[in-house]
């Protein structure tokens, strides 16, 4: 494998000094006026973290629930009336994650100017206050602010709010439209850390979710645990922060997932309590039925609750909503979510006794182990690649720009084995390789059951539009392996861009998948950088093919693309039989 990073090259000569910055966060932390939120208030505690750690102490579970509707008027009367039926249901509800539109990691200024998402704004001071008073339940900001180019306004606005867990640290990989500057992007993000960490004492807490970075895309679990360890290295001991590692979306496997909460608990050598752990969200398909789903969810969090139950941490539970691969979830889902949650407490509490920990722990040891070898040989080679591991601008910069699945590559810890995709036999194999793996060997079983086209000679480009790679990882892999010369741009990529590079390569087609809501206002855009540059791909856009329009909110808009002469997909299958018809002309292969 060549390396492309020569030592010295990676970073720029003049990057501010980044305990500089730590230090001008945490003064300007100093002037922002402490507001205890109502939910600690109503507890009779100083701080979210504090009743945190009353609960952990005292056996006590907690709840947790995501939610983002396009205001905050609509969230809150939201929150209030779960809040309100579970006291007939017999639920209680503690912390939501505001999930805000992608728009929110810009500065207020450019907000306006970038395609709308899916998810909450928050527009004035009072949206903000709001969040902290109106309703009995802790409120986080964990999305589109550390790792954003508006990490310093955001945290303001959080810290002025009374929010007790403020993130999100495993950010710092997230891509911003009409934004390319990464040095502003991650300096102002290592000053709002030292905002954070000027807080510490009145218990206010600097979070991270890790699945929302590179721990999604990493194949080893041991990859994961040692990046986690390099996250605690920046956070506690360079910038002085109390930190919340968050987990938990992309494990299916029980035994997995509490093992990795289990090491995670390890590093946590403050204990201080994590914000939630993540329900599964990965194992349902949008065709998949919610009777199924309920099932698994129940299942997920059933295992969560025994291991709060006999290791505590403090982290919250959560309960995925049955639609959670469909759209943003109703209220009624949300309910029914909270439900299958209480019941999972019962059943655990009342079933601890059967549960064999031994195997875990061991497991646990492996990925403790693992994870070490890891974080010592990812410190190592950034001080050979020239990188001050004692600067944490350098430190995050660097690994944003070397990569999550490069650095995995070059730092994995497994015995080295070609014949995997990165290059080495993973020490504990993530479920998110797993699936991946057999999700690319059913597409390609479906289309070889029909006799699989030749696809060689055909140039096409691919990309993401926003941070979910995993339809792309197969969609690139599925092409390649058909025959087609691929050229994979990766995620977080602009119609600009993604036009440019359709021009370089005289692509044949170019293949978008797009998550976040604003398929249609994309297909269009795209549409015009292409026309602009006068070429004409053929263009097939796929993932989650809705948006908000007049008076229907996620609307599926697949008819309004192919209006455009956009192929607008449901599933890879599709777009493979629509190449085949346009492209292929020969006697289909068996490759
Ligand atoms: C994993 C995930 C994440 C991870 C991504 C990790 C990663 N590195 O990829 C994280 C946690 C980071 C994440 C973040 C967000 N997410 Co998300 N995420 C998901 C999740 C759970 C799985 C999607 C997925 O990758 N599935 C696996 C792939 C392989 O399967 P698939 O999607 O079915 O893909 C197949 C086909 O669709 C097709 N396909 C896909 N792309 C293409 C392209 C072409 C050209 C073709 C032909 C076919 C094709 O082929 C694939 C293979 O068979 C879904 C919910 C769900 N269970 O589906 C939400 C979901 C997609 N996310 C959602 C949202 C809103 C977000 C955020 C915007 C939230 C926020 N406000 O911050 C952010 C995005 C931030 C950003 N910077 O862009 C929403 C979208 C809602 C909507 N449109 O109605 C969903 C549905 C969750 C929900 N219920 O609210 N997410």
């Known amino acids: 494998m060549t390396d492309p990073f020569e030592p010295g090259t990676l970073l720029p000569d003049d990057l501010p000094n980044?305990?500089?910055?730590?230090?001008?966060?945490?003064?300007?932390a100093e002037r922002i006026p402490e507001v205890q939120l109502r939910?600690?208030?109503?507890?009779?505690?100083?701080?979210?973290?504090?009743?945190?750690?009353?609960?952990?102490?005292?056996?006590?579970?907690?709840?947790?629930?995501?939610?983002?509707?396009?205001?905050?008027?609509?969230?809150?009367?939201?929150?209030?009336?779960?809040?309100?039926?579970?006291?007939?249901?017999g639920y209680a509800l503690d912390r939501v994650s505001l999930i805000p539109d992608r728009r929110m990691g810009l500065p207020p200024d450019l907000r306006e100017q970038a395609?709308?998402?899916?998810?909450?704004?928050?527009y004035t001071p009072q949206d903000w206050a709001g969040a902290g008073q109106d309703v009995d339940i802790a409120p986080i900001w964990n999305d589109h602010n550390l790792g954003s180019p508006a990490a310093v306004v955001n945290t303001e606005a959080a810290l002025s709010a009374g929010f007790g867990y403020i993130g999100n640290m495993a950010q710092h990989n997230y891509g911003y439209p009409l934004w390319d500057d990464d040095v502003t992007q991650m300096a102002r993000t290592v000053e709002a850390m030292g905002m954070i960490a000027q807080r510490k004492a009145s218990g206010t807490v600097l979070e991270s979710?890790?699945?929302?970075?590179?721990?999604?895309?990493?194949?080893?679990?041991?990859?994961?645990?040692?990046?986690?360890?390099?996250?605690?290295?920046?956070?506690?001991?360079?910038?002085?922060?109390?930190?919340?590692?968050?987990?938990?979306?992309?494990?299916?496997?029980?035994?997995?997932?509490?093992?990795?909460?289990?090491?995670?608990?390890?590093?946590?050598?403050?204990?201080?309590?994590?914000?939630?752990?993540?329900?599964?969200?990965?194992?349902?398909?949008?065709?998949?039925?919610?009777?199924?789903?309920?099932?698994?969810?129940?299942?997920?969090?059933?295992?969560?609750?025994?291991?709060?139950?006999?290791?505590?941490?403090?982290g919250a539970l959560h309960a995925t909503p049955v639609s959670e691969?469909?759209?943003?979830?109703?209220?009624?889902?949300?309910?029914?979510?909270?439900?299958?949650?209480?019941?999972?407490?019962?059943?655990?509490r009342s079933t601890m006794a059967l549960m064999d920990w031994r195997p875990v722990l061991e497991l646990r040891d492996t990925i403790l182990a693992g994870g070490r070898r890891f974080f010592a040989k990812l410190m190592a080679g950034l001080q050979a690649l020239g990188?001050?591991?004692?600067?944490?601008?350098?430190?995050?910069?660097?690994?944003?720009?070397?990569?999550?699945?490069?650095?995995?590559?070059?730092?994995?810890?497994?015995e080295p084995d070609s014949s995997y995709p990165r290059g080495f036999t993973p020490v504990v194999a993530t479920d998110t390789v797993r699936r991946l793996m057999s999700n690319v060997d059913v597409v390609l079983r479906d289309i070889r059951a029909d006799g699989a086209p030749d696809l060689s000679g055909l140039r096409v480009v691919t990309a993401s539009g926003d941070i979910?790679?995993?339809?792309?990882?197969?969609?690139?892999?599925?092409?390649?392996?058909?025959?087609?010369?691929?050229?994979?741009?990766?995620?977080?990529?602009?119609?600009?861009?993604?036009?440019?590079?359709?021009?370089?390569?005289?692509?044949?087609v170019v293949a978008v998948s797009t998550y976040n809501g604003m398929a249609l206002s994309l297909g269009r855009q795209l549409l015009d950088e292409l026309h602009r540059r006068h070429v004409a791909p053929a263009v097939y856009l796929g993932g989650r093919l809705n948006e908000d329009l007049e008076g229907q909110s996620a609307a599926d808009v697949s008819g309004q693309l192919e209006q455009l002469g956009i192929t607008a997909c449901r599933t890879l299958q599709a777009m493979v039989q629509g190449l085949r018809e346009r492209f292929v002309t020969g006697p289909v292969s068996t490759r």
């Not at 980044?18 to 003064?27: E, K, W, Y």
């Not at 395609?115 to 928050?122: C, N, S």
């Not at 309920?294 to 006999?310: C, G, H, K």
């Open 209 to 314: 979710y890790i699945e929302d970075g590179y721990c999604a895309g990493f194949h080893d679990l041991a990859t994961s645990l040692g990046w986690c360890m390099f996250h605690r290295y920046i956070v506690e001991d360079l910038v002085g922060a109390a930190h919340s590692q968050s987990y938990g979306s992309t494990f299916q496997d029980p035994l997995l997932k509490q093992a990795f909460g289990l090491a995670l608990q390890e590093i946590n050598t403050h204990r201080v309590p994590p914000s939630f752990t993540h329900g599964d969200t990965n194992s349902f398909s949008p065709d998949g039925d919610f009777d199924r789903n309920a099932a698994i969810v129940f299942n997920d969090v059933y295992y969560t609750a025994l291991r709060e139950l006999r290791f505590p941490s403090g």
């Open 387 to 414: 990188v001050d591991t004692a600067d944490p601008l350098q430190l995050i910069l660097a690994t944003r720009r070397i990569g999550g699945s490069r650095m995995e590559e070059l730092f994995g810890v497994g």
């Open 18 to 28: 980044g305990m500089d910055l730590v230090r001008a966060g945490r003064a300007r």
């Open 115 to 122: 395609l709308g998402e899916t998810g909450l704004m928050m």
């Open 468 to 508: 979910h790679e995993y339809g792309l990882f197969v969609v690139s892999k599925v092409l390649s392996d058909l025959g087609a010369k691929v050229v994979d741009l990766g995620t977080s990529m602009s119609s600009p861009d993604i036009a440019k590079v359709a021009v370089e390569t005289a692509a044949d």
């Open 39 to 89: 939910y600690a208030r109503e507890r009779g505690v100083a701080s979210d973290r504090a009743y945190k750690e009353r609960c952990r102490d005292s056996g006590a579970l907690t709840t947790y629930i995501n939610l983002g509707y396009k205001t905050w008027a609509q969230t809150r009367d939201v929150l209030r009336s779960v809040q309100a039926r579970g006291r007939t249901l």
């Open 325 to 348: 691969a469909l759209r943003i979830p109703t209220e009624d889902e949300l309910v029914q979510s909270l439900v299958i949650a209480s019941e999972a407490v019962n059943r655990a």
